[in-house]
């Protein structure tokens, strides 16, 4: 079944009324269905992908929530994947933002575009020996086979409070003038009862760092802070992790310094300014909004003390108190 099978989106329907409801982040209204907020559409494709995507143990999944790095681990692991296949100099990232070469298992921006989509990521150039697949699913909502096959998922964490200020910031430029109603105040509300795309934040987190604690050998954990402190060192875990290690004539080489420069957000938003200024796109879409600071701690520039507070309560209740470390 596809998601634009016509009884199914009429199933659908009947179950949107019976699910909790709130007002969304931008003029929409996210529902929240086995445990997690999103949009209709996103909750329908999610179910589709449930359904219909299947994972091979050659793959590599990575899995985050929206805005706490997923664009910077999608170009690392592309870059590692196919480090014997490209030249530096004539690299796809540098024509191309890495959500264009890392799908993400859930998105379809129609329904029937879901079921194509995943045919798209099912047929894979068979000369790309690693499929790199990426999710924003929590835990427990990925495809059966995600999780039984040997596919390895990497998982980067972002401290919240960067993560909503990023959310904040990334939703005010991608929203229509009718957004101008979303203040930082209301956002922060919202986040913090965990109604955002994906959330509860901290469910999510604890889903995924729960299942690398029972299985590291399949779920590599990582945060973002570590890997802006020590990047040469975490990306070299997750090379690993990916079963492509870098040899030592790799490493003597200055390879894994390459793949770390070409993918420094630096480097990523300059490419990406570059071709929004001459145009050298295939679509509309302006993908600078992925690249805004790039640091750990910019939240003391946009929080009062009181929301930051607010924010550091939830996240000592919600996972600090169950165990989580960071
Ligand atoms: P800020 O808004 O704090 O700057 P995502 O990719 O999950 O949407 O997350 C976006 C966040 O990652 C933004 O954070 C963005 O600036 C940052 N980011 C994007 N590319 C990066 C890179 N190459 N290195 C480090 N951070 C990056």
């Known amino acids: 079944i596809s998601s634009g099978d016509e009884r199914y989106q009429l199933e ?15 003029s929409d209204f996210l529902y929240q269905h086995q445990g997690f907020w999103g949009q209709p559409r996103l909750l329908l ?3 589709a992908c449930q359904k219909q995507f299947q994972a091979y143990d050659t793959d590599v999944l990575l899995a985050t929530q ?17 480090r014997k296949r490209y030249a530096l100099s004539s690299h796809p990232l540098l024509l191309s933002i890495s959500h264009k070469l890392v799908p993400f298992i859930e998105h379809g921006t129609s329904n029937d575009e879901v079921a194509d989509h995943h045919q798209i990521s099912n047929n894979y150039p068979s000369s790309q020996s690693q499929r790199v697949l990426s999710t924003h699913l929590p835990y427990a909502s990925l495809p ?13 964490c972002r401290n ?3 993560t909503f200020v990023s959310k904040w910031h990334y939703m005010s430029k991608i929203g229509s003038e009718d957004f101008g ?33 029972e299985s590291p050998k399949k779920i590599l954990f990582l945060t973002y802070e570590e890997m802006k402190e020590d990047t040469e060192y975490q990306v070299k875990r997750l090379a690993k992790h990916m079963g492509c290690p870098f040899s030592t004539e790799e490493e003597n080489k200055g ?38 600071k790039g640091v750990v701690g910019d939240w003391v520039n946009y929080l009062t003390p009181q929301m930051a507070e607010r924010l550091d309560q939830v996240t000592k209740e919600k996972l600090h108190d169950h165990g989580f470390p960071m």
């Open 12 to 26: 659908f329907q009947e179950l949107l009324k019976t699910l909790p409801k709130e007002d969304g982040w931008k």
């Open 45 to 47: 494709s999610s179910e």
């Open 66 to 82: 929206p805005k706490s790095g997923t664009t910077w681990l999608k170009a690392l692991a592309f870059a590692i994947a196919n």
């Open 144 to 156: 059966k086979s995600a999780k039984t096959s040997a596919c390895p998922i990497v998982y980067l």
């Open 160 to 162: 919240p409070k960067d």
């Open 181 to 213: 109603s979303l203040s930082i105040e209301r956002a922060h509300d919202l986040y913090c009862r965990g109604v955002s795309l994906f959330g509860p934040f901290w469910k999510h987190i604890l889903g995924y760092w729960e299942a690398s604690l």
């Open 255 to 292: 390879i894994i310094q390459d793949i770390i420069k070409l993918c420094s957000f630096e480097n990523l938003k300059k490419l990406e300014e570059s071709r929004e200024n001459i145009s050298i796109k295939d679509d509309d879409d302006d993908y600078t909004v992925f690249y805004r």
